[in-house]
């Protein structure tokens, strides 16, 4: 009953554009809206959203491919919009592939992984409180020391589920 916003950068659309038609095609999904921009130019409005969600893209605020592809982006500027956009008492759901303990960004180029505890610093360091985490997508076979896309771990990596909260003042 309510609408979703489907954000994409325009070099992830591009690259998801097959998928992306198939996924809305005949009207499928009419509660959704599509919004394809940058960073810098995308535009929330204040105190609009129930919830934002990131499934596998938090590490992509970082990720910076050889061949230049990816555009810079400025999570600080993203946590801000989004923390704007979140009604008080709004949640901030973050899944994404576990790095190494004590790794931070390092990984997110060759790994295309994460540090959790890393997140959750940025994310609260700008008002967002940690609301918990679930170990439901947590794999301890998963040594966290190889890409995502590596055979063997593929679609078996070790994730985290974080929830924040905007506090209600």
Known sequence: EGEVIAYNNPPYAKF????????YAGGRLPNV???TSTIEALELEPASLDAAIFVMSYHDLYWRPADGSWPPTDPAQLLAKLH????PGGYYV???????????????DTLHRIDAAAVKAEVTSVGFKFAGESKLLANKADDRTKSVFAPGVQGKTDQFVYRFIKPKK
């Open 16 to 23: 998801a554009e097959k998928g992306i038609a198939a996924r």
């Open 33 to 35: 809206q599509q919004v």
């Open 84 to 87: 704007a956009a979140l009604k």
């Open 94 to 108: 973050i899944i994404d592939h576990s790095a190494a303990a004590g790794s931070g960004i390092r990984d997110v």
